[in-house]
Each structure stands twice: as structure tokens, then as C-alpha cells.
């Protein structure tokens, strides 16, 4: 690993800043940091600076590391070449020394023309308005040991490293988890980052307001910690419960039965969907396969193994479909291919049974259908939270997941009745956006649909505050969003948003997009709020 560092002081002493830039051996960037730091002298800047970069790269459990930076005292210190008098400074050094206790560690010293972007960082880090004499700076303390530049109300950190975290490619490969793909859906590892940040370090439960296909929920599960997931979506319900419940040997045993004795009859089951006959996207053996499982499921007593097999029909429908699935929008594509139905469901019920063959251990989750705007629960009574809610981004999702949610329910109106309590998130027919919050400005009301999200959004962020414990955190992951050819900032507002409920904020940077927005490119960024009550 190679890290930058540098070090601004206006005023000496006066206003320090931090920058920090953090590369693997390969020189891939992992993240940048800009951090205003409070008051002091050009040299506990310096100092500071490799402090915190030293914290950042425990995140990456680093074999070795180089950190290089442009200041011949600072280095010719921390080698021993030179002595250090100022008391401060010593004591600053033996941090350093716990952080680098157990790491091999090079100190270089470079020229300052190799450092420019640590040295841009640390400038840009001091408030604008800072003042030479020394006057002091609010600073918002957000986590431990990991201060955060303070950047206009809010604070802000970039780690790119995270981009893979906000995805649902790890979990493909994950048992459990993989028991359906949700493209939305993030890394059980971002729990595991952001349980690493925060101050709450051993928190009594977790909460999931947007619960989705459970990951929060599955990944608490198996760290032993007790979890509550709510959803406005009866798929995403049945698919958590489904992955995190316990099974018997009976019930195992009743799915292996089943899959062995697999017989394919006629039914005279109705299956209907909302936007189009639900027949259409199927050829028409595996659609009268599907209906056949479905209903030979419905009439099973065992619940548990039931529910299996079921999950197991819902997850196949893509890969079976002649549908595929275009952002917001389904589409029939004659042209695919389509996996037949039997082969499909019995490699996924075989793969769901040798996962059962070391089951995860710990507490079930408390599941239930629901609205985050209105959560079902007591006031102080959460550690912790962290969800992704719907991104501003005009997709419906009870409709891209139409097909599996009306074969879940066998009820054409559920897609309907889920889109109704949904959070916003996409164009609605007549729009209440009389109540914009006022951080959203005109373009709430210019765009009703950005003005409807921020209005729910809101609503959400006072919920999960008052749910959680004093000294709670909440992080959010959301992406910015080009809507109507307008970039909508959505990390800043919501933070700003939540500043004015109470939380103290921040904004940590984990991925850079390019939404292609004719007739121009737009780079946004995909980033976790960071909350504390």
C-alpha cells in the first residue's frame, strides 16, 4: 500500500487541514480524504495528517505500507533521525507508534512536485472563510476516531474502495444470499464497514427500514446480533423471511422428496399480471410448468418446505422468461433464449439444499410488512441502522418486479397495492407536492417527482430518528440522480435534511458514475449518509 499525506496550517498556529491520498501496490486508487482538523501549527498538521491516514488503511488490513510525504522534518522524525522536543508532538508520535505496532511501515521522503494532490486536499480542507488568527471551527464528531472534513453543514470522506460494496455481485457467489438475485441489493460487507466506523460497537440490534432481499438481516444473523427489517413489498418480506429462517430435518427432507418425485400435470391455476398477460412472457411449456409447480406448492402442509420451493420458482422466473428487464422497464424479447423450467428449478432447489447443509446459526429476524414513513416500532429502541431506500431514479419497482410478486400472491391487484404504500421514488398520478421539504427548493415543485421523494425521504429520516437510542446511527445509501436532465445532489439534501431533524452528518463517497444524459455525460456519485443521533 502507498499513502500520501500532507499537511495546511493558515495562520501557524491557525486552521489545519489534512490530505490524504491512499493507493494498493498496484496503484489503484482506494481513497482520497480532505479533512479540516481543528485548530494548531503546520507540524501537528503534518502529524495529524499521517495519523489519520494510518486509521483509514486498517480498513484494508495492509501487509505492507509505504507512506510518503513531503515534509524532511516530519520524516526524519518518525525514522529517528531527528529528535522531537515540541510535547505535543511526541505525544502525536506515539500514536503513530500503536498504529504502526504491528505493520511494516517505510516513511519516504518525496519532493514536493510528487505530492500535489495530498498538498490540494489539505488546502482545500481550512473553511474559505478561515481566519488567520486562529479563531476556531465547530467540529462535528461523527464516529470514533475518524473526523470528517466539514464541508458547508455536512462532512465528507471519499473511499472508492467501497464501490464494489454497493452492489450485488459479491452476493451472487454468497450462499444464502444467492438464493435470489436483486439487482438492487448491496454487499453483506457494507454491514461490515460500517459496523467498523461506528461509534455504537456492539450494538443490541440492527434495523433495515428498506429491507429489500434481506442481506442486513441475513448478514446480522450471522454476527449474532438481533436485527428488524420492515418493507413495503410482500416479495421482499417472503424472500427474508425464506433465507433467514431456521429449517428441520423434516422440512429438508420433505423439499429432497418432493424434487425426486417431480411430476408435471395439468392446472387450472390463474395467473394474472397487471401489464400484460403473465402468459406472454413465457413459451408455453414452461408457463404451464410454472403454473403446474406453482399450485402443487400451494397445496404442500409442510410451511417451511413450502416456502423453499417456492422461493426457488419465484428466483428462476427471469432465466425462464423471454422478458428481460430494461431499468424501469420490461421488455418481451422473442429473441432470448429461455432455460426450461424443470431444469432451472431443480439446480436452484439443489443448490438452496446443499446450502442448508451448514445452516447459519444465530436469531431470526423480526420481519413484517410495512412503511419506513410509519415504522411499527417504539420510540428508542433501535442501536442501529443502515438500509438503501429507492433511489431517486423514476424506476417502479413493483412493476420490474411484477411477475414474481403476482406469482408470490396469485392476486393480479398486489403489484397495484404495493406501488400505493411504496416510497415515491418514480412519476405518480397526481402528486401532492404542496409539502417540499425546504431544503429541496423549486425544483421540488418544477419536478413533482423529486419533490414527493424528498417530502417521503423526510418522513423516513424523522422515523429512524426517533426510533433510535440516543447516540444511534444511521447510514443510508443512496446515489445522486439525473432526473429531467437536472443533477440532483440527493446525499447533500438529505443530509441537510437531516441536520434540521437533529443527526449529526456526513457524507462518505464510496463510487463514481457517468449517467448518460444526452446531449452530455454527467458524473455522479453513489454515497452512504452518515447519521448520529
Known sequence: ???????????????????????????????????????????????TAVIRALETAKIYEPENVELRSDSELLINQLNGKYKI?????????RKIDELTE?????????????????????????????????????????WQDVKIFVLSIYNMKVDLSLSPLFTFDQSKQLPFHNWFYYKEGYSPKLIDYCLQL???????????????????????????INSIGIDSSPLAI???RVKCDDYSKEDIDYVHKFIQDLNISDSNLRWEFELFSSRAAFPKRNYNTILSLREQIENIENQKAAQLLLLALLSILPQCSIIKKDGGVLKIDKKKSAIPVKIAFKRKVNQILTDLENPISGPIPQINLGDARKLPLQSESVDFSITSPPYLNNIDYSKVYGLELSLLSLEKQTTELTRSKSLRSFITHNPNVNEIPAEVGDIGKQIPVIGTYFYDMENVIKEVY????????????????VIHQTHILVDEVLAEIAERIGFSTGILVGAK??????????????SIVVMRK
Open 466 to 481: 426517533r426510533v433510535l437510542k440516543p447516540d444511534g446511527e444511521f447510514y443510508l445509501n443512496v446515489t445522486n440522480s
Open 198 to 224: 461506528s461509534q455504537v460497537k456492539k450494538p443490541l440490534n440492527i434495523l433495515d427500514p428498506f429491507c429489500g432481499v434481506g442481506t442486513t438481516l441475513l448478514r446480522s444473523k450471522e454476527l449474532g
Open 1 to 47: 500500500m502507498i499513502i500520501y499525506t500532507d499537511g495546511a496550517c493558515f495562520g501557524n498556529p491557525g486552521s489545519m487541514g489534512v490530505g490524504i491520498v491512499i493507493y494498493d501496490s498496484n496503484m489503484k486508487l482506494l481513497a482520497e480524504i480532505s479533512e479540516y482538523v481543528g485548530e494548531g501549527t503546520n507540524n501537528v498538521a503534518e502529524y
Open 238 to 240: 417472503f424472500v427474508s
Open 102 to 142: 504491528n505493520l511494516k511501515i517505510k516513511f519516504v521522503h518525496i519532493p514536493r512536485e510528487q505530492n500535489k494532490e495530498a498538498d490540494k486536499l489539505s488546502k482545500a480542507a481550512v473553511p474559505k472563510n478561515y481566519n488567520k488568527t486562529g479563531a476556531k471551527y465547530k467540529q462535528q464528531k461523527l
Open 513 to 526: 458514475r457517468i449517467a448518460d444524459v444526452k446531449p452530455r455525460r454527467v458524473e455522479t456519485r453513489e
Open 85 to 93: 522536543k515540541d510535547l505535543r508532538l511526541r505525544s502525536l508520535k
